[in-house]
């Protein structure tokens, strides 16, 4: 949720908002109208029918609607926030998976220059490591936050990016996430996932909640936000910008850096 709006500035997709831009409403009176609206734009934007019948089937997400209504603004210090997210206990289950799975991380590195720590501390961070990844239908919930005035033009393309995933056979309409739709291991909003998601297991199909595909997804998204291998990644370092770019709370982003040297070490 508080990487939302980091996001705004990286859309995956240029929507040219139409006369024929389906109209969005504040409940959930005008949804199935908007649904049949947003099919033709969808349709546009490349969904097949996969991703269409998802579209259709797709519900009115009550509980999303009131946690996005709720969000509080954040104003924890760096040192209250790593205990309230209990910093502790990822860096010392993240230092056991990394000694446990070295080679696959070594891989990673490898291959997109991003080490251990950096991508294991954002798997405990978001997720627990894979704990609990949500229990909000994906693809309702990202539909109804681009229905939803609030913030339409953010969700568009994120719900375009939903639909195309469930066409490619990444998600379906039963797919669970989190209450804006985020997705997987390490949490990525659809529009993201479906741009920087990888098969890494070479199953030809991109996984977020297999750990394979989730890891080196998210060292990919990392790497193509300009990540220089072997570079130091702390505030002032060059891949702190990286870093940045996952989420936009500074608190988030200066502790994703002090567990991943923690476990790195
Ligand atoms: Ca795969």
């Known amino acids: 949720m508080l990487r939302l709006t980091a996001l705004a500035s990286t859309a995956v997709f240029v929507l040219t908002t139409s006369a024929s831009a389906a109209t969005c409403g504040n409940t959930s009176a005008g949804f199935a109208t908007w649904k049949t609206e947003f099919a ?4 546009r934007a490349g969904v097949k029918g996969p991703g269409l019948e998802a579209l259709a089937q797709a519900q009115y997400a009550t509980r999303t609607i009131a946690a ?18 209990g910093a502790d206990t990822i860096v010392a289950q993240g230092r056991k998976r990394k000694a446990r799975n070295p080679k696959f991380y070594a891989a990673l590195e490898r291959q997109y220059g991003v080490p251990a720590g950096v991508l294991i501390a954002i798997h405990g961070m978001e997720t627990a490591f894979g704990g609990f990844m949500g229990d ?12 939803d005035c609030r913030r339409s033009d953010f969700f568009v393309p ?11 056979g990444s998600i379906t309409s039963a797919t669970l996430g989190a209450k804006h739709g985020e997705l997987g291991h390490t949490q990525f909003l659809p529009g993201n996932a479906l741009t920087y998601g990888v098969d890494a297991t070479g199953d030809g199909r991109v996984d977020f909640y297999n750990i394979t595909d989730a890891m080196a997804s998210t060292a990919n998204y990392l790497r193509a936000k300009g990540w220089k291998p072997g570079k130091g990644y702390q505030p002032g ?19 994703i850096a002090i567990m991943a040297a923690r476990i790195d070490q």
């Open 68 to 85: 996005d209504r709720n969000q509080k603004s954040f104003k924890y210090s760096l040192q209250k926030f790593m205990q309230v997210r």
């Open 40 to 43: 033709k734009e969808a349709k």
């Open 136 to 147: 909000s239908p994906i693809v309702s919930a990202i539909v109804t936050l681009a229905y």
């Open 158 to 168: 994120h719900a375009v990016g939903a639909l195309i995933l469930v066409d490619r």
């Open 237 to 255: 370092e060059p891949n702190f910008a990286a870093i940045k770019q996952w989420n936009a709370a500074s608190v988030y982003q200066e502790a």
